[in-house]
């Protein structure tokens, strides 16, 4: 792999973790907003955060699972 292929392999890494990242970044803001709505009694808008911060940490998960199994190493490779 010649230098110009590993940067591009190399930016699609740190935008796949920066893009989860942000999901993550939204999932704990959600669930800091579900936090206070539970508080004030809000239970309808509780729940709505509660599973939107679930959304955001399902997807932040997904992306860090394909860049894990783009990282995974063949059967045969295992000693």
Do not use: C, N
């Not at 591009?8 to 890494?13: G, I």
């Not at 796949?16 to 939204?26: G, K």
């Not at 959304?55 to 992306?63: F, I, K, N, V």
């Amino acid at each position: 792999m010649d230098g110009d292929d590993r940067d591009v392999k190399l930016e699609a890494a740190a935008s796949l973790f920066d893009s989860a990242a942000d999901e993550l970044d939204l999932a704990g803001a959600h669930a800091r907003m579900a936090a206070e709505r539970f508080r004030a009694g809000d239970i309808g808008q509780a729940t709505s955060h509660a599973w939107a911060a679930f959304g955001y940490l399902r997807t932040g998960e997904d992306r860090l699972v394909a860049q894990a199994q783009e990282h995974r190493q063949p059967p045969d490779a295992v000693g």
